[in-house]
């Protein structure tokens, strides 16, 4: 792992003050090239409590919303390059209960660029009934659009729960099985939906679930997400800075070249910016935009993506760089929002800090 001189000090700072302002317990971060990790770095303890264990390099976060790109977009890519799926297809074809004229011309693609008019969000683990996926896909495919599709780009985890479910379907396998196929082939590191239990000493906990009734260290933080078992597609996967570092370097390979993760040429397509209105999205993924996370500096081929647990990826392959940024930041509280003004600064402070180092 090489090291620029002084080329980080700035965004270390930034997040030695994000760990002393209680904005997270926990984060670890790193930087990297295509070839190469240029920095990797942990903050903190993994929980407020003094005697807490110190975040290490090593430390596994519940990766929250990334699931949504390293597991199921890449998935997609896989589908659609095996002939599984196709994004023009309508999504009727694959979900029989998705019916009525006002959502007919949905296809797949819609579900990855968040344009469908399903809404963002429903909290269906309340319900007790609801513990399954053919629960849950009715419960989804009945809800009425917020909108007609393609005229809004709406974050929507329900629309990546019905691509994970069309995903199994697809395959014939779980999604944490089709996963742990790509993990192996990606990473040698930890990367994985439902942790075992020997990973648990390096666990950053997320928060006390007041409808779990416990401190969650280990399980997934999102309550649809747990009450389908942990693997969804929207959320479940865990994993370490160096683990997300691995596919962030694999991303960028694939950009040059044909790889494990997917063709070069199929890449380009789950790039391409939608057209909807207003939309910053691509397939899966999200695009620089200057309100973004990844801040002001990225170019604008930038890709990447957050996870409400405190975790974020950004890929440049104009600069040739990538930045993950791990943290617990729910430990503060369901309602922290601090740490979401820290994340744009530390992505310009990594930019601002590598240009210094080349001039």
Not at 71 to 96: F, I, K, N, P, Y
Not at 113 to 133: A, D, K, Q, V
Not at 289 to 302: F, K, V, W
Not at 313 to 339: K, M, T
């Amino acid at each position: 792992m090489r090291s620029e001189p002084h080329a980080f000090d700035a965004a270390r700072a930034i997040l030695r003050e994000a760990i002393a302002t209680r904005a997270t317990p926990a984060a670890v971060v790193e930087v990297g090239t295509v070839r190469e990790v240029l920095w990797r770095e942990a903050f903190g303890r993994l929980s407020f409590v003094e005697s807490a264990a110190e975040a290490t390099e090593h430390t596994i976060f519940d990766l929250a919303s990334l699931t949504k790109v390293m597991a199921t977009t890449a998935l997609a890519m896989r589908a659609v390059e095996d002939g599984q799926l196709a994004l023009d297809e309508a999504l009727s074809r694959r979900v029989s209960v998705w019916h009525g004229d006002d959502r007919a011309s949905v296809t797949v693609a819609d579900l990855l660029e968040h344009c469908s008019g399903l809404t963002s969000y429903m909290p269906f683990f309340n319900e007790p009934s609801m513990r399954g996926r053919a629960e849950y896909e009715r419960a989804i495919c009945s809800l009425p659009l917020e909108h007609p599709p393609r005229t809004q780009a709406v974050y929507s985890d329900l629309g990546f729960m019905l691509l994970g479910f069309m995903l199994e379907r697809a395959a014939g396998a779980t999604l944490d099985v089709q996963f742990d196929a790509i993990s192996a082939l990606v990473t040698p590191h930890r990367l994985r939906f439902l942790p075992p239990s020997d990973w648990r000493p390096r666990l950053a906990p997320t928060e006390v679930c007041p409808v779990r009734g416990r401190l969650l260290v280990g399980e997934v933080h999102d309550g649809n997400a747990w009450a389908l078992g942990g693997v969804a597609g929207h959320a479940g996967l865990f994993g370490t800075a160096a683990a997300v570092g691995t596919f962030a370097r694999l991303v960028l390979d694939t950009i040059a070249r044909d790889t494990a993760l997917a063709r070069t040429t199929t890449l380009a397509r789950f790039r391409q910016p939608s057209t909807v209105p207003g939309s910053s999205r691509a397939l899966g993924w999200d695009t620089m935009r200057p309100t973004s996370s990844c801040g002001r500096l990225m170019s604008p081929q930038a890709m990447g993506h957050t996870g409400f647990t405190g975790t974020s990826l950004w890929i440049d392959p104009a600069r040739d760089l990538y930045v993950v940024l791990l943290s617990n930041r729910v430990h503060a509280g369901g309602g922290q929002e601090a740490f979401r003004a820290i994340r744009p600064l530390v992505h310009d402070a990594v930019v601002e800090g590598l240009d210094g180092a080349n001039e």
